[in-house]
């Protein structure tokens, strides 16, 4: 679902059919420190590492669910998703994150580029030179808030919305020609994307990472361009190869449909349908044996006719379940037959997605809200009832140690 431009005057532009609390929380607030060298986590054993085994993510030798949501960005007065090395608020951060301790949310979905106004830092040719000084002072914050909080995070680098062609998109021909430019993708990959993953390889909470949100709309969408397809998995397999070169972290992509991470759907459904990120996929763009992906997270809304998570299991939906599958993005809600867009008249409560994904085999589910809770898909209120429900029931799922 297109849920990431919101217009400056405060309206989201939608696009959907093209497109615990612990037992004892730590309340501390974190400021903004004035040092930009990597954050040293006080917790110096690798116990809290995720590790993958099989079709499942595990955490000290024991199983964890990911009880999740997506943080997606900071609620700004300019409605902008840009945040990091902008005007980034260690405040409201820190009280976010005591809403997730609170309402048993172990993992947060953060975006970081967002429309890639701020990071990363470009010259005028295009070429990625790095990052700013107040972006890396900004993640290091985050990273202290998340694992003060002991709340696992997410980063997302890219998404869709940094290639479209819209006057609040300062660099899209850019971000563009990363996309169809091995040579300016390595320069990202060289300037900004191996710095950041070396600088947070010690971070247990740093979970893993998502190389882009829904980047099937950089092929199907004319306002993305479009782009080509073929050049687009590239630059998933490159920095996927990148990431897993200098981290041990799993790493992702989060795709817009099921279609598009499972050969049981054909062309019938759309251009391209079927598996674009196999190992097999991404290595035949980029000739690496590190260009592949650790788990899948598709994402699932009311408006997608191919089943659900909730009726359908991790075997039925996707080729095979031999890589954990985390639904990184669900309606922020109970789903009804009121529910905009609910194409196939889904009857589903988010207390019995959360719960039913785990029993259906997937790793973990994030609800979706935007900051504002304003697009329609998804409020805190929602996912805090799935999130505490699935608690309730799995409490050992959501804090194994």
Known sequence: MRKNFIALSGILMLSVATGCKKSSPNTVSIGTPVTTTPVTTPVTTTSLNITIAGSKFNTGGKEIFFNGINSA????????????????????????????VDNH?????????????????????????GASDQFWADMDNLVKIATA???YIIPTFWSFGMVINDATVTNYTKYRDMINDVTKLQSYINNFLVPFVKRYANEPYV?????????????????????????????????????HQNTTKPVTVGSMWIIYDSNRFG???????????????????????????????????QWQTSDSPVSKTVANWLDNADKPVLIEETYGGDVTAATQGNAANYNITMADFYKTSYTNGYAGVCGWKNPWENDGYG????????????????PKLVYPQ
């Open 73 to 100: 960005w900071q609620k700004q007065s300019d409605y902008s998703l840009d945040f990091l090395g902008k005007n980034y608020d260690a405040t409201a951060w820190n009280t976010e994150f005591q809403k997730y």
């Open 207 to 243: 979970m893993g990472y998502d190389i882009c949100n829904e980047p099937e709309h950089m092929w199907r969408d004319a306002n993305c361009g479009p782009l080509n397809h073929d050049n687009v998995v590239r630059f998933v397999a490159y920095t996927a190869a990148a990431i």
């Open 267 to 301: 062309s019938g459904w759309a251009a391209y349908a079927g598996n674009n990120y196999s190992n097999a996929a991404l290595q035949a763009q980029y000739n690496n044996s590190a260009a592949y992906l650790d788990f899948y997270s598709p994402h699932w809304y």
């Open 105 to 129: 949310i172990n993992l947060a979905r953060i975006w970081i580029h967002g429309r890639g106004n701020s990071s990363p830092s470009l010259n005028a040719d295009g070429i990625t030179t």
């Open 149 to 151: 909080k002991k709340v």
């Open 379 to 394: 409020t805190f209120n929602g996912i805090a009832t799935g999130t505490n429900a699935f608690y309730a029931l799995y």
